[in-house]
């Protein structure tokens, strides 16, 4: 298991609650997901430049998502405590 879901995910919960916290996991899986496609490809591959652009799409629609905002702010405000 990694930091992010051993620290910062139950503090998402606790911050923004359960369903947004899942979505955020989702969303997390789905890029690994994308990144492990990429890595077993090679430059001039077939689906190569359709799954980067995938990859963006889904990175920076998540970024912009106001729970994921909203959660990275009060996750790291609650850290320092």
Known sequence: MHAQEEVLCPVLGEEIGES????????DESLKMLLADIDGM?????????????????????????????????????ARG
């Open 20 to 27: 947004a916290r899942q979505h955020s996991l989702d969303v």
């Open 42 to 78: 090679k430059v001039g591959d077939d689906g190569l430049k359709s799954k980067v652009e995938q990859l963006m799409a889904v990175f920076f629609e998540h970024m912009t998502e106001a729970p994921f905002r909203i959660s990275l702010a009060g996750a790291i405000l609650s």
